[in-house]
DNA sequence: TAAATAGTGTCTTTAAGACATTATCGC
DNA sequence: GCGATAATGTCTTAAAGACACTATTTA
């Protein structure tokens, strides 16, 4: 065992051995949500699959770290990256304290198939044992996507520039791991104000040619549908 | 100006030269939602309202660091407390790259009267200029909690242990800044399944005595009222 | 024309919005 | 009894659930 690293700063105070940024990120597979992996090289945990994650410098922003570590141990970037939250516990790194900051990822799923490296696609639902705490981020980051998928424009990253109805309810499929109701998920889809009709359609297939959609906007946004909650009262001015 | 604090582990990383926990603590005081703010002693920023944090070491978790601080600083402890998420931009501290771990902290407005120290409550709607990004960190907690405060059970950060339906809705008035209806409102609360009767009664009061209802559980939980997404197919058997 | 796929329509059920009404206290 | 406050009931409106049906393509 190597003696924990440690750091101190110029003002005496205990700093960090290193803070590192931990991309988790997904795509639909196959109509599965996986989430990508990397073999681990170094001890703790040499030959294990983990997250992609990588030591940040103090000389950029972590988002930016995460979208880089990424793109340097996979080949790939993310369409959409946002923070998913620290896992700061000092014992989760048998080097010493080392918090993680963990991105959540996503990948269209056209960007899939380009990418050739150490990197592996692994369904989400059947994972190998994980280094560090990684189960543990990767379940946080499942839960974040399903919680957003139809609150928010989050599918931004899942789905290329224009879609149709059925491609859009088979990748909504894979995240939540339920089947949709092809009428009711294309009201639930338009009734979310988040994405538009582009007029044109897609043929060369056999059955009737699909619509394309597009988003509105591919910022991060949040759903128009009515929020539901109690009404608000009208306030009655007094006569 | 000083010489930029730097760290550097005994692996030769870059460290950051410190990391601090940010509690972002919230309270309904006289029917408006206050956060809690102490004044700077020292620069940067010297006399100025801040968030009450400060630094971590490396022998507790981010949360009790956070826990402790607050009760450091204001002889507060909060009720409630998850973590908001990292601000880590290196420009965001003039001393240097100390990124910043804030937890949403609520606190029973019971609580609420018995602290006497140098912090003091905040309407978060009027909030004079605040050192470093502290005033966008206040900005994110208000929006989480408003986000959650329907959909989860974190109003038991808010309300005592047992409430009554117009204790509620006053509180829940003051988080969301909106009035609600009150017999709707309590529609809302009863489908919630977040909530049940006690079967007890406020009296000594003039008008009609109140139901006093408590959380079925105090552990983070979400409202099972229908999340609203298209109907799922039911999944019918090729006969 | 048949198989395949996409899209529309609609009846039922559930929940929310907007009140009017009734109940129970202290004084 | 009266003012104050809490709780219930109910009619209307909106959205979701379930499913039958129609439309448009390729082979």
Redesign the pocket.
Known sequence: MHEPLRAVNGAGFAAPAGLTALPVVFAPVAGRLHVLLVRREEEPHAGMWSLPGGFMSGDERPEETAQRKLTEKTGVGAVYMEQLQTYGDPKRDPRGWIPSVAYLGLIDAAVLREQESAARWFPVDALAPLAFDHDAVISDGVDRLRGKLWWSNIAVGLLPEKF????ARRVFEAISGVAY????F???ME?SGLVHDTGS????????????YEFVDRRPAWST??S???????L?QPR
Chains 1, 2 share one sequence.
């Open positions: 149709t109805m059925p491609q109701e092809p009428s009711n294309r009201r639930g009734q359609i897609v043929k060369n297939r056999p059955g009737r040619p699909a619509a394309l549908r009515r539901r909650v109690p009404a608000t009262v009208r009655r």
